[in-house]
Every structure is written in structure tokens, then in C-alpha cells.
């Protein structure tokens, strides 16, 4: 089922208990009750739930925007500097050329069919394609520059196999949830509370203020979405976080996807 449905069927599901839950209670409220004021006490309590409650919520969101932004610029990082070794090994003879490209596109290959999957899905990442990075890194490094090019090329291309391991490391440790449970506990709490104070304020059945409810409502159903859909830096489904690779390998992405 797709992200958008989900939050749509849940925004729908929230205004349809709000505006339930308003209808009753005048269903139910005493003839002789006035629904005309609301004590000072509740609007000042109501208030300062809100206000604390959207500090939370403005962290969590900049917490989750942030981890996810690392996660975009160490895939962007690792990319980046697999395709330098691609160009960079161009100073070699034909057949170590082609063969450094050919370990590179059996990483880029491995990364996008095998470890993006299990990144999306929660899982970590294999161990296979920290063995292809080392083959990668053996055979650079035990190739001996026999011209000045590839002696000045040389080092240059064991700094970025270097770049890419780290970017690979900082990935596998940014897959995880950013934020802990009882972060998203009261999270959920909080949201419940402040919806469920909007009660307080004695909301009449016209339909300004049904709608303002409803909206509310909705407006932190998004809210909490849009921090449990960021709370995967790499996603929570398909592919789309691997497109540096894609961008930068569109065929060994393409040969992947078959």
C-alpha cells in the first residue's frame, strides 16, 4: 500500500473522530449547559500543551530531516568516489582498466539489488560488499605504477577506495531508526492529548469551527507522518535513496534491476 494512501486513509480516519466525537457530545450535552464560555484556566492549560507539544514536534522533525540528510550525503559521498576510481583508472593498460571498472560495477551492482532492499526494509546491510571493496582495494594497491601518469594516479585512487569505505561505514550505521521509542511513545501521546483538548474548548456544531477542528486534526496526523516517513534515512520503500549510484552506474544500475 502506498506511503500517500496510508496517510490519506489516516487523515480521513482522525477528522472522522474529531467530527464524531463533537456531534455526540452535544448529543449528549445537558439543555441547561452553557456552551458559550470556557473558563480561562483551560484555554491557558490548552494553550501551553500546544506550544510545548509543537517544540517536541518541530525537534523531532529537525532531528529526522537531519539524520536523513547525513544518509543522502554519505550515499552521495560513496558514489562519488567509486566513479573517480572508474576514471582515474584510465592511466592503467586495457586489461587492469577493465578489470578495477569491472570490481567497481560488481560493488555498484551488489549495493543497489542487494544491500538497497535490505536497507529499506530495516535490515543491515551484507557482508559481501565489504569483501568486493577489499578485492577492489587489493588490486589497486598491488598494482605498481610502471609510468609517471600512474605513479601520480596511484595514490590518488587508493584515497578514494578510502573515501568510498567510509562512506560505506557511515552508511550502514545511519540505517537504523533515528528516533528511539519512547520518543515516538510521546510522540503519539502528545498528539492524542493535544487533540483530545480541543474538547475543552466547548466546540459548537457550526461549521467553521468543525472544520478548524477537523484541519487541526489532520495537520498532526501529517505532522507525525511526515516524521515517521523521514525517520528512515533511507526510506521506506523502493530505491530512491541509491540514485547517486543510479546517476553515476546507469548501467550496471539497469543490468542490477533486471
Request: hydrophobic share 45%; aromatic share 8%.
Amino acid at each position: 500500500m502506498s506511503e500517500w494512501l496510508v496517510l490519506a486513509i489516516a487523515m480521513a480516519l482522525v477528522c472522522a473522530l474529531v467530527l464524531a466525537c463533537t456531534l455526540l457530545r452535544h448529543r449528549r450535552v445537558a439543555e441547561d449547559e452553557d456552551t458559550s464560555e470556557t473558563p480561562d484556566v483551560i484555554e491557558y492549560m490548552t494553550m501551553m500543551v500546544g506550544v510545548v507539544y509543537a517544540i517536541v514536534l518541530g525537534l523531532a522533525i529537525a532531528g529526522v530531516w537531519e539524520a536523513r540528510g547525513s544518509a543522502e550525503d554519505s550515499v552521495r559521498r560513496e558514489a562519488q568516489a567509486l566513479y573517480e576510481v572508474t576514471q582515474r583508472a584510465d592511466v592503467y593498460p586495457a586489461p587492469v582498466r577493465d578489470r578495477i571498472r569491472g570490481e567497481v560495477d560488481a560493488y555498484v551492482s551488489h549495493t543497489v539489488s542487494v544491500d538497497w532492499p535490505r536497507l529499506t526494509s530495516g535490515q543491515a546491510a551484507s557482508t559481501e560488499g565489504a569483501k568486493l571493496l577489499g578485492t577492489l582495494r587489493t588490486d589497486v594497491t598491488h598494482q605498481s605504477p610502471t609510468t609517471e601518469l600512474q605513479a601520480q594516479a596511484y595514490q590518488p585512487l587508493l584515497d578514494h577506495i578510502a573515501a568510498a569505505d567510509d562512506a560505506r561505514h557511515s552508511r550502514m550505521q545511519s540505517d537504523e531508526s533515528t528516533l528511539p521509542g519512547v520518543v515516538w511513545f510521546g510522540l503519539l501521546v502528545g498528539g492524542v492529548v493535544t487533540v483530545g483538548l480541543i474538547f475543552t474548548l466547548q466546540i459548537r456544531r457550526s461549521g467553521r469551527e468543525l472544520l478548524l477542528a477537523g484541519l487541526f486534526s489532520a495537520l498532526i496526523v501529517f505532522l507525525l507522518f511526515m516524521v515517521w516517513s523521514f525517520d528512515a534515512p533511507y526510506g521506506r520503500d523502493g530505491s530512491d535513496s541509491a540514485a547517486p549510484f543510479e546517476d553515476l552506474f546507469p548501467a550496471v544500475s539497469i543490468a542490477a534491476a533486471r
